[in-house]
């Protein structure tokens, strides 16, 4: 009787190897310290060049701390920049964000996780073809499915709203996603849904019951990958949004390619400085939670 | 133990959606599958045998926009950037196996390093491509920055060099996509059996030999994951290029998405992005066919 | 709550009764405008517009997608799709030949007509409104490209005046001079969009006949290879080979930068320039001034154009008639140009417009010397793969006039063929 | 109390493969009926057939004479006990016992009163807080069966329940096995391939080979007599000794083993009239061996190894050319050696004897 690895993790951590010579581990850690802080140069200029004011920033020294910070570009950036009479800056397009992620991360997480729970743990007729189906649409570039797509949604009403584009982000979703289920869920043993279909689990009583009590890890990776995946993206919410339904990266496109004048660089790294904090706070929060999903063995085949 | 064999349906007192709950909580993804991608696809392909241009035209023209697209330097560009791209993201992989060797073996601060590898991940490539971009910007950026410190003929201006246009597009894309594989890298590590460890101190091997001919070996699956994702990542790139160079200079950092998508907008061409988008297709299917089969043949000898 | 929506409703009702009263008899309702425009400038302008209508009790509401971002596809979309704008910028004369011939588009033939206005505009603005005889949009404003903005302090610097430059060689002859006082003679943004511009400005300092033949609505293959492209294509390699090592991706404002710092004398570029010093407190005559392309043949023309949908309703109809007018309308395209930074569209719109518009007006007074420029009138397909070419031209310093030629052919044929 | 019955029933796995061929089997309320036989015979099938959690391709199940063939698991009025246990591992012991009574909307209260009375029957009452993962393997198995006993079903089903328990545990929940029925009387249907487990705990075995019923009967009538050579061969340890040879009716009724060795069977209680020269399989069970007290009846065998368990002693000869096993009793050894002859009498009124061709007893 193999215990699922996933299932093993919950009750204990596999241990490390332990440490050897010291020379070694120094080393180690200066070429990981050497890493660490070409890693993080982009997002301390992005930081320090925010804070500053242009004439500063013109003097070229991009490392340098601002000599009088100031959060002008930041206030700049979430009102006043960006295109439209209004000149609402960001603030629209992280409200049209956050009504595209959460519609799209609630339907392409019920629906594949779903779809994988009756793949992986119920006997369906369609479950090989549909698997291997699956398959191929995953490896299907984006591009070749997005005029049509307009076309369909077009069809459906729901192009240029930003429901519109939670439902393409759903659909670009689902075929990964229910792998990544699918595999996850196999490998809970089939006595335990079987022990629920007596006690008289029905299909999603035992999913919901059972099965998901089991699944914090695989749910934490899939909900960090798809809310940092659907906040991140750009082609999606500018071909199937408009400016009611423009996502927060497409606004910040927008200020940093149509802005005259000299290159105003401080509200630029304001801007993506505002749209990357929901991604980044998230991820500081749960990082670790993610870096144990995967570790655990959320991500495997 | 038998595999999940409960049935799907049964006959008899039950209502119809309890019999047919399993079928049915796989019929919306079946038909989001057959419709909107396989339909789409079929549409695209169709489309690419007819005249449209602004809008769906059905007068067939044969083969003729693939003649354009082979006959288009663009295009080729695009295919080069793309393997170049390709290659050079296996960056993000090499890097991130090595970043994770390392904390595989340094418990000091191991939290403190990951969280800064991974938090590129979060950032969107739009950012990556801006905040990229203006490191890159040659008369107040890290150009300037070494001038200052005295390297006056140091020069890094390879957004505006035709020929390092690309590489700095894969440096921003390696930058944010390295600590993603440094995380499945460290779980492929993980996986490994401590008792292996334990032989290979008893045999007194040394760490880089097992890392070369044990583990390495062990973690093919890992790896075979990873260039999957990579290459998918290769064929969508166009946030990137939108934010870092559209296209320039001189077509040298064009990829194939950006030039379908191109197309489809602001060229208003739709038969030619649907060639383009076809013959995408058909790479990428080459491509996992040959993985597939690479993928069949290690698990078969596993086996 | 929902009181005071009523109220709110019925006071805005009344309030645009009352201004319909003063200006017009017909009511107006409410348009709803896309718009790519989003500079302070070009804001400003548009608002112009706005507020002249909305004095008369229009009503307007935004959609704003900025530049090359994919725009034209969230528009077709919404024009093909349902939930449509009614008016909104659009200048090819492709798509709204198409969407006229899907019956989408308003007919304003006779309404122009009825303005009794056709003599005051100019006829390159007039060719940009007609598809096919039928006029279908409403000028905002003209810019044309092939415009030089120099910095006067820089030009002092170096000995040189501008003005003298008889021809693009004069002009190339003192280059040596300009460098040597350690200024870059010519600043340029070596983008694709902008190469494409600097080309089609070559073409028409030839010959302006060359230009339509390449970029009109009728192209010659002929003309592609012929004595007078070979000279464009000798000019804008000149042009390359000059470039600053910086100017690759460069953007336009950024360029223009450099020439308002004074560490370049000059731009070539579309005379929306000259928003940028004029945003940055430059004042035209004195820290910059302007001239056409040395000996130019002539200036390809770009005009901003509303396109508008056929109205729904009569009310709409009058909405997108009152528009129309009021874009025509001599003040209000003054006052526009003035905040844009561009030429009105009337040649009788001289009202407080600067010294450059009235350099463009009085050009374009000139029989022939305005030509549409290629975004309005060019197969699009065409025009892309010509914008190929002249980015490879310039980013391939070994390729050659002939191979150039050659290939254009090869792009035409593709193009063209039935 | 409930009787189960299952009709004709065949099961086919992928199109092709049977795994049961129409099997057919009443069991008695209160009865302890245990599946036997080696993996893979389709004792799990069928045991999964009779809870609902595979659909068969024929026949029909009863359950309380009730036509539940097409009704879903949890209504068929059964309980189930895995083999891997199948404890919930996020629910806590409580949790686990009290989900299928909170499935059927039973109230609080009755619910509260239902497991703790089951936990304490189980003695598990001060393990009702805990999460399975903290517990032993006898923990849970008890938890498990708390499980299924907690909603007082009529029929227990039981999927090899013990089989991932130490040899000492095994023994000790079998007997508290044992207890638990004769307590609670529900039908008991238990699957396992141990056959002590099945000897000692049920009142009627089936006996499966190959997706059907070698012999359905109760554990002293299989040991006794096996219906068949492959009853006889599975049941008992050490195995039964197989002999070859044919009938000779020369001088009573005799079987020849092949190398001439003569066992006298007259006193055989056959089934059907063998006739002379028919071609069987003479079985004796080991503990039929007796030294030999005289000469006249006995065998002499040659002594290879000899295995003391304590109570009695294995004794592995060769008799003519057949290898045999015998029990004896220690003291029975006195005075032999290995590699010496040692002399033994056969209980020849207690052998089996079946046909060689159908393997069938005679």
């Given amino acids: 009787m193999r215990i699922a690895p996933q299932i093993q993790s919950l009750i204990a951590f596999p241990n490390k190897i332990p440490p050897k010579n010291p020379i070694s581990r120094g080393a180690a850690f200066v070429v990981l310290v050497f890493f660490a802080l070409l890693f993080a140069v982009p997002l301390y200029v992005m930081i320090v060049t925010s804070l500053k004011s242009m004439d500063e920033i013109r003097l070229g020294h991009i490392f340098a701390l601002p000599v009088a910070p100031s959060f002008d570009a930041w206030d700049t950036a979430w009102n006043k920049a960006a295109s439209g009479f209004t000149n609402t800056g960001l603030k629209s397009g992280f409200w049209n964000s956050v009504f595209i992620l959460l519609p799209s991360l609630a339907m392409s997480v019920s629906i594949s996780s779903i779809c994988g729970y009756a793949l992986a743990c119920w006997n369906v007729k369609v479950g090989n073809l549909l698997l291997s189906l699956l398959l191929v649409c995953a490896f299907i570039p984006f591009p070749i499915i997005m005029y049509p797509l307009i076309k369909i949604t077009v069809f459906l009403k729901i192009y240029s709203t930003s429901f519109g584009v939670s439902v393409v982000h759903t659909i670009l979703a689902l075929p990964i996603l229910t792998m990544i289920f699918k595999n996850f869920f196999s490998s809970i043993p089939t006595d335990l849904i079987k022990a629920a279909r007596i006690d008289g689990g029905r299909f999603l009583g035992t999913f919901f019951h059972v099965v998901l009590p089991l699944s914090p890890n695989i749910m934490i990776v899939v909900a960090i990958m798809q809310i940092t995946g659907i906040w991140n993206d750009f082609l999606v919410g500018l071909t199937f949004g408009n400016v009611q339904a423009f996502p927060m990266t497409v606004n910040l496109n927008n200020i940093t390619q149509t802005q005259t004048g000299v290159r105003v660089y401080n509200v630029y790294m304001a801007a993506a400085l505002l749209t990357a904090i929901p991604p980044l706070v998230i991820y500081f929060i749960s990082g670790k939670l993610f870096i144990r999903g995967i570790t655990a063995g959320a991500l495997k085949g | 133990m038998v595999r999940a064999n409960l049935p799907a349906q049964s006959t008899g007192q039950q209502s119809f959606v309890h019999k047919h709950a399993a079928t049915l909580a796989v019929v919306p993804v079946l038909l989001i599958a057959l419709f909107f991608y396989f339909g789409s696809t079929i549409w695209s392909v169709v489309m690419s045998f007819t005249a449209s241009k602004i809008f769906p035209d059905m007068t067939f023209v044969g083969l003729r926009q693939y003649a354009r697209l082979f006959n288009d330097n663009l295009w080729y560009m695009s295919l080069e950037n793309l393997a170049l791209f390709a290659l050079g993201s296996l960056g993000s992989l090499v890097l991130g196996f090595v970043l994770s060797v390392l904390l595989d073996n340094n418990s000091a601060g191991e939290g403190a390093f990951r969280t800064i590898y991974l938090y590129p991940m979060a950032v969107s490539l739009i950012i990556t491509g801006l905040v990229w971009q203006w490191l890159f910007n040659p008369s107040l950026g890290l150009q300037q920055f070494f001038r200052d410190l005295g390297f006056k003929d140091f020069v890094f201006n390879w957004v505006g060099d035709k020929n390092k246009v690309m590489y700095a597009i894969i440096l921003a894309s390696v930058w944010q996509s390295t600590g993603f594989y440094m995380v499945l890298c460290s779980a492929g590590l993980k996986g490994i059996d401590t008792e292996v460890w334990q032989a290979s101190r008893i045999d007194g091997i040394s760490k880089l030999r097992m890392y070369l001919e044990v583990i390495i070996p062990m973690m093919k699956f890992t790896f075979i994951t990873s260039f999957v994702l990579l290459s998918i990542g290769a064929v969508k790139a166009y946030d990137i290029i939108v934010a870092m160079t559209n296209g320039g200079p001189g077509g040298h950092s064009i990829m194939p998405s950006y030039y379908i998508v191109d197309m489809y907008t602001n060229r208003r061409f739709i038969a030619l992005g649907a060639a383009g988008s076809t013959v995408l297709l058909l790479i990428v299917a080459a491509f996992f066919v040959l993985i597939g089969v690479i993928n069949y043949a290690l698990r078969k000898r596993e086996s | ?288 001034d302007t001239m056409l392309v040395p000996g130019a043949a002539g200036v390809q023309v770009t005009v901003d154009e509303e396109t508008f949908l056929k109205p729904a309703n009569e009310t709409k109809k009058n909405s997108i008639e009152a528009l129309f007018k009021i874009m025509l309308t001599k003040s209000i395209t003054e006052n526009f140009s003035v905040i844009k930074g561009s030429t009105p569209v009337r040649l009788d719109a001289t009202k407080g417009i600067d010294k450059h518009a009235k350099l463009v007006l009085a050009a374009l007074k000139k029989p022939g010397f305005g030509h549409p420029v290629k975004n309005i009138t060019m197969d699009q397909d065409w025009s892309g793969a010509f914008a190929d070419l002249a980015d490879a031209f310039w980013n391939t310093p070994e390729m050659t006039a002939d191979q150039f030629i050659s290939q254009a052919q090869g792009k035409f044929d593709e193009v063209f063929k039935k | 109390m409930a009787q189960v019955a299952v009709k004709h029933l065949d099961k086919v796995y992928q199109g092709n493969t049977h795994i049961l061929k129409d099997l057919s089997l009443e069991i008695d309320s209160g009865e302890f009926l245990v599946l036997l036989g080696p993996s893979g015979c389709g004792k799990s099938t069928l045991l999964n057939c009779i809870a609902g959690l595979l659909d068969v391709e024929g026949g029909r199940v009863e359950i309380d004479g009730k036509d539940v063939t097409n009704s879903d698991p949890s209504e068929r009025g059964i309980a189930m006990v895995f083999q891997s246990y199948a404890l919930y591992p996020t629910k806590t012991v409580y949790g686990n016992m009290a989900f299928n009574l909170r499935m059927k909307r039973k109230s609080k209260e009755f619910i509260d009163q239902k497991v703790k009375e089951t936990a304490e029957l189980l003695q598990i009452s001060e393990l009702l807080d805990r999460k399975p993962a903290t517990l032993s393997g006898g923990q849970r198995q008890r938890a498990a069966i708390g499980r299924a006993l907690v909603r007082d079903a009529a029929v227990c089903l039981f999927d090899e329940p013990l089989s991932n328990l130490d040899a000492k545990l095994r023994t000790e929940m079998r007997i508290e096995l044992k207890k638990l029925h004769k307590k609670i009387k529900s039908t008991f249907i238990y699957v396992t391939h141990d056959q002590v487990e099945a000897m000692t705990l049920a009142t009627r075995i089936a006996v499966m080979d190959a997706g059907r019923f070698s012999q359905i009967s109760t554990p002293d009538e299989l040991y006794e007599r096996p219906a068949n050579v492959f009853v006889a061969r599975f049941i008992g340890s050490p195995a039964m000794n197989f002999i070859y040879g044919t009938i000779s009716f020369e001088s009573g009724i005799n ?52 295995e003391p368990l304590g109570a009695n002693v294995l004794c592995y000869c060769q008799l003519g050319k057949s290898d045999i096993v015998a029990s004896l009793n220690p003291s029975d050894l006195a005075g032999v050696q290995t590699d010496e002859e040692l002399k033994l009498e056969i209980d020849l009124s207690k052998v089996s004897v079946f046909d060689e061709a159908s393997s069938l007893r005679l």
Avoid at chain 3, 47 to 75: C, E, M, Y
Wanted: proline share 4%.
């Fill in chain 4, 255 to 306: 079987v020849i083993s092949h190398d001439g060795i003569r066992f006298d069977i007259s006193s055989y209680p056959f089934l059907t009239k063998p006739q002379n020269g028919q071609r069987v399989i003479l079985g004796v069970r080991p503990e039929l061996f007796h030294r030999a007290t005289s000469d006249a009846k006995s065998y002499s065998t040659l002594l290879n190894i000899v």
């Fill in chain 3, 1 to 288: 709550m929902k009181k005071v929506v009523i109220l709110g409703t019925v006071l805005v009702a009344a309030t645009a009764v009352v201004a319909s009263s003063f200006a017009q008899q017909k009511p107006l309702g409410e348009l709803v405008v896309f718009n790519n425009w989003s500079s302070d400038a070009e804001i400003g302008a548009l608002n112009v517009v706005r507020n002249a209508f909305q004095a008369q009790g229009g009503k307007w509401t935004d959609i704003t997608i900025a530049h090359d971002t994919g725009a034209s596809i969230p528009l077709i979309n919404m024009l093909t799709g349902g939930n449509p704008p009614d008016v909104f910028i659009e200048s090819n004369a492709g798509l709204r030949r198409e969407l006229f011939k899907q019956g989408l588009l308003n007919d304003f033939t006779a309404y122009y007509n009825s303005l009794k206005i056709d003599k005051y505009i100019p006829p390159a603005v007039k060719d940009a409104m007609t598809v096919d005889g039928k006029i279908l949009s409403a000028p905002l404003a003209i810019h044309i490209v092939g415009t030089v903005f120099w910095n006067v302090a820089a030009a002092k610097k170096a000995g040189v005046n501008p003005k003298s430059w008889k021809s693009m060689d004069a002009m190339f002859g003192d280059f040596a001079k300009i460098r040597k006082a350690g200024i870059i003679p010519l600043a340029i943004g070596a983008q694709k969009w902008q190469l494409e511009y600097l080309l089609g400005s070559m073409m028409v300092e030839v010959s302006g006949s060359l230009y339509d033949d390449i970029c009109g609505l009728n192209p010659k293959r002929a003309s592609i290879d012929s004595k007078d492209m070979r000279q464009a294509l000798a000019y804008f390699r000149r042009i390359q080979k000059e470039a600053d090592p910086g100017s690759a991706n460069r953007n336009w404002n950024d360029t223009t930068a450099l020439v308002m710092r004074g560490d370049a004398l000059m731009q070539l570029h579309g005379d929306w320039m000259k928003g940028e010093f004029l945003a940055a407190k430059k004042k035209l005559g004195v820290d910059f």
